[in-house]
Structure formats: structure tokens, C-alpha cells
């Protein structure tokens, strides 16, 4: 999960002595970056790896990626990431990918000029009305290398916490069985698969006047349409009323299967977030209180387990509107 966005102006030239000569050493391995000098500034809000804003002699800009040794415990896939990287490029609602090299855990990417959207700019039905034009855009387009389910994540993660004796928070395994209805509800009405980016946070929204560019493929893959839905409504917090205005805007009409689904599968991505933070808490070494941010989510989600509208969604979720 990264903000490639830049907060701060400490920007050097050449191999300036405020950029680690590993970083340097780093983004030299790339082509477009090789050679001549470079303005590099980092950019602020990653919660998984190191983001530069990268400027060449010729005033072309770009965001590189550092990417975190700890991925493979958060089930992301970097070979993966650069090949659905490139796939949501060629929709025209990502950015291109400039470079990749493995070995020095870097992925280079095209700077978009725009405003990073916030989590109150989902408040305003017109914008979220866009966003759903910019996510059918990329669902439309080729598929993704691998598939991605947060049921399977869930578990994953769940996995690693146990084994590696990370914190679970209060009743988190009460939910097991909750989950397991969820599951088999939205199943019931599921269609194919589409390229999803899977982490629509608002700050992974970047708005240039004309359109809504999605970026941060780090956890794309094949998945229900639905999730990318309910991941936004839930990532941003909004009311559920916001999340009619976004699934109606996305499917061109009103679906309340598809209404109760996104929302299910929303409560779903809080449920399964809340482990990757947990996972982030006992591993990360950036400056981030993780687990107040995942217990956030876990929070709501504990809500919605417990509210009164749990039992009527997963019936809603099993109707033929």
C-alpha cells in the first residue's frame, strides 16, 4: 500500500548526499534513470515501501519504488505486480511502467500530474461517479497474471500471525463462522473474475481534471468486481448510502444483490486488512502505528458483524435484483 504523492521539498541533484548511496546505487539499474543527473525526492505515506519522486536532466519525472523485503508475508507478488502494472497501463487509467529490476527491488513508473484524492472528496456522489467510470475502465481490460480472493488472504495472513505469534485483536476468531456465510452468500451470484486493483485507498486516486488514474498494482489480481466496490466504500469510510451512488454507478443501474455484495465483501476486506496490519506491527520498520490503523477497520467491521443489517444483506446478497 503506498501515497505516491510528495510532502516534502528535499529534493537533491546529481548523487546528492541526502540520498543514501544505496538508493541511488538502486535506481541507477534502471535505464531510464542510468545515466546524467537526477532530482530525487521522497515521497511520504507508504505503508509498505520507499517512494521517490525522480526527476532526469530532461525534466521528466517519475515515482520509483523500493520495494520492501518483508512482501512475500503480505502475499504480494513483485514479478506479478510488474505484469499487472503494465496490463492496467495499457488501459489508459494507469500509469506506464518505465522499468523494472528484481534484483534491486525496484519498479519505476510515469508521474501523473494531479490531485491525490481524499477520503472526504468520496463524500461528493459526482466524484465517486468517476471513480466508478475509471475502475470499469480498468475491469475492462486485459487480464491480470494472478488471481486474487481475501478469503484466501485472510487465511494467509491468519497463517502468519499464528505462526509467528503476532497480536490478534478481541474476538477476532469469534467471526470464523460469519465469515464463512459471507463467503458462500456472495458466491451464490458471482460472475466472472475482472482485473482489480484490489487497494483503492483514495490516496491510490489520482485525479489530472480530465480523469481518475488508479495506481499501486502491488496487490492486483483477478478478482469480484464487487470487492473493488466495497474496498473503496470501506477504505474511505463512507455511508451506505455512497455506496448505492458507486455500485449503481458501475453496473448502470440498481442491483441490490450486487449493493448487499460489495458491502459484504467490503466488511470482508476490513476483517482481512486488520491481519495485514498485524502482520505490518511485528515486522515494518517504517514509523507507522500500524495497529491502531488496522484496529480502525476492525473496529467498523466488528460493528457490522454485530448490527442489525448483517443478517439482511446476506440474504439481500442471494436475490435475482
Given at each position: 500500500m503506498?501515497?505516491?504523492?510528495?510532502t516534502?521539498?528535499?529534493?537533491?541533484?546529481g548523487?546528492?548526499?541526502d540520498?543514501?548511496a544505496?538508493v541511488v546505487?538502486?535506481?541507477?539499474?534502471?535505464?531510464?534513470?542510468?545515466q546524467?543527473?537526477?532530482?530525487?525526492?521522497?515521497?511520504?505515506g507508504?505503508?509498505?515501501?520507499l517512494?521517490?519522486k525522480?526527476?532526469t536532466a530532461d525534466g521528466?519525472?517519475?515515482?520509483?519504488r523500493?520495494?520492501s523485503?518483508d512482501?512475500?508475508?503480505?502475499?504480494i507478488d513483485?514479478?506479478?505486480e510488474?505484469?499487472?502494472?503494465?496490463a492496467a497501463?495499457s488501459t489508459?487509467?494507469?500509469p506506464?511502467?518505465?522499468g523494472?529490476?528484481?534484483?534491486?527491488?525496484?519498479?519505476?513508473i510515469?508521474?501523473?500530474?494531479?490531485?491525490?484524492?481524499?477520503a472526504a472528496?468520496?463524500?461528493?456522489e459526482?466524484?465517486l461517479?468517476r471513480?466508478?467510470?475509471?475502475?470499469?475502465?480498468l475491469h475492462?481490460?486485459?487480464a491480470f497474471?494472478?488471481p486474487?480472493?481475501m478469503?484466501?488472504?485472510q487465511?494467509?495472513?491468519l497463517?502468519v500471525?499464528?505462526?509467528?505469534?503476532?497480536r490478534?485483536?478481541p474476538r477476532?476468531?469469534e467471526?470464523?463462522?460469519d465469515?464463512?456465510?459471507?463467503?458462500?452468500?456472495v458466491?451464490v451470484k458471482?460472475?466472472?473474475t475482472?482485473p482489480?486493483?484490489?487497494?483503492?485507498?483514495?490516496a491510490?486516486?489520482?485525479?489530472?481534471?480530465?480523469?481518475i488514474?488508479l495506481i499501486d498494482y502491488?496487490y492486483a489480481?483477478?478478482?469480484d468486481?464487487?470487492f473493488?466496490?466495497?474496498n473503496?466504500w470501506?477504505?474511505?469510510?463512507?455511508?451506505p448510502e455512497?455506496l448505492d451512488?458507486l455500485v449503481d454507478?458501475?453496473f448502470?443501474?440498481?442491483?441490490r444483490h450486487?449493493?448487499a455484495r460489495?458491502?459484504l465483501l467490503?466488511l470482508?476486506?476490513?476483517?482481512?486488512?486488520?491481519l495485514?496490519a498485524?502482520?505490518?506491527?511485528g515486522?515494518?520498520r517504517?514509523?507507522?502505528?500500524?495497529?491502531t490503523?488496522?484496529m480502525?477497520?476492525?473496529?467498523?467491521?466488528v460493528a457490522?458483524f454485530d448490527?442489525?443489517?448483517f443478517?439482511?444483506?446476506?440474504a439481500?446478497?442471494v436475490?435475482?435484483?
Amino acid at each position: 500500500m503506498t501515497i505516491s504523492r510528495p510532502t516534502t521539498s528535499a529534493l537533491v541533484e546529481g548523487i546528492g548526499c541526502d540520498v543514501p548511496a544505496d538508493v541511488v546505487a538502486r535506481l541507477r539499474t534502471v535505464r531510464a534513470l542510468a545515466q546524467g543527473p537526477l532530482r530525487v525526492g521522497e515521497l511520504s505515506g507508504g505503508l509498505t515501501n520507499l517512494n521517490y519522486k525522480v526527476t532526469t536532466a530532461d525534466g521528466r519525472s517519475y515515482v520509483a519504488r523500493l520495494s520492501s523485503p518483508d512482501g512475500e508475508l503480505l502475499a504480494i507478488d513483485r514479478a506479478a505486480e510488474h505484469l499487472s502494472s503494465v496490463a492496467a497501463a495499457s488501459t489508459g487509467i494507469a500509469p506506464g511502467v518505465i522499468g523494472f529490476a528484481p534484483r534491486a527491488q525496484l519498479l519505476v513508473i510515469a508521474w501523473v500530474d494531479g490531485r491525490t484524492l481524499t477520503a472526504a472528496d468520496l463524500q461528493e456522489e459526482e466524484m465517486l461517479r468517476r471513480v466508478a467510470g475509471s475502475v470499469l475502465r480498468l475491469h475492462s481490460g486485459p487480464a491480470f497474471p494472478r488471481p486474487f480472493d481475501m478469503f484466501d488472504i485472510q487465511q494467509r495472513y491468519l497463517a502468519v500471525v499464528r505462526e509467528r505469534g503476532f497480536r490478534l485483536p478481541p474476538r477476532y476468531l469469534e467471526f470464523a463462522d460469519d465469515v464463512g456465510r459471507i463467503q458462500a452468500a456472495v458466491a451464490v451470484k458471482a460472475g466472472p473474475t475482472v482485473p482489480c486493483n484490489n487497494d483503492l485507498l483514495a490516496a491510490n486516486l489520482i485525479d489530472d481534471g480530465d480523469q481518475i488514474w488508479l495506481i499501486d498494482y502491488e496487490y492486483a489480481g483477478n478478482n469480484d468486481p464487487c470487492f473493488e466496490l466495497g474496498n473503496i466504500w470501506s477504505e474511505a469510510g463512507l455511508e451506505p448510502e455512497l455506496l448505492d451512488v458507486l455500485v449503481d454507478a458501475y453496473f448502470g443501474t440498481h442491483l441490490r444483490h450486487q449493493v448487499a455484495r460489495a458491502r459484504l465483501l467490503g466488511l470482508m476486506a476490513k476483517y482481512g486488512w486488520m491481519l495485514w496490519a498485524s502482520i505490518q506491527h511485528g515486522v515494518s520498520r517504517l514509523d507507522f502505528d500500524f495497529w491502531t490503523w488496522g484496529m480502525a477497520k476492525y473496529e467498523r467491521a466488528v460493528a457490522e458483524f454485530d448490527g442489525p443489517r448483517f443478517e439482511k444483506l446476506l440474504a439481500e446478497a442471494v436475490r435475482d435484483d
